[in-house]
């Protein structure tokens, strides 16, 4: 019903930035919230950040101040700006789609990965 295609992954050195981008297949954003998660291997999936139908942001504490959620209506996508990344940020990062009501999403991107070494 709802894909989810993530890009902007890739190999960064500590302190750099990545923009991250989840294009959606629809206009969706009036019916779900998006959230951008991340796995590091062997580790749980984690939310790191939410945005809201009204454009509300919310971030895990270890990426408050460095990283940004926001999203462009007119293209369908979502983003996240990653500053002064750290090599504890290495993960799979995934988009998903949620509705309010569930804690976690309906719909997943199948991910990028995000490398942070020197």
């Known amino acids: 019903q709802v894909q989810l295609v993530e890009s902007g992954g890739g190999l960064v050195q500590p302190g750099g930035s990545l923009r991250l981008s989840c294009a959606a297949s629809?206009?969706?954003?009036?019916?779900?919230?998006m959230d951008w998660y991340r796995q590091a291997p062997g580790k749980q999936r984690d939310l790191v950040a939410t945005?809201?139908?009204?454009?509300?942001?919310n971030y895990v504490d270890s990426v408050k101040g460095r990283f940004t959620i926001s999203r462009d209506n007119a293209k369908n996508t979502v983003y996240l700006q990653m500053n002064s990344l750290k090599p504890e940020d290495t993960a799979v990062y995934y988009c998903g789609a949620r509705r309010p009501t569930i804690p976690t999403p309906q719909y997943w991107g199948q991910g990028t990965q995000v490398t942070v070494s020197s």
């Open positions: 629809g206009s969706i954003f009036s019916i779900y919230f």
């Open positions: 945005i809201t139908f009204g454009g509300s942001t």
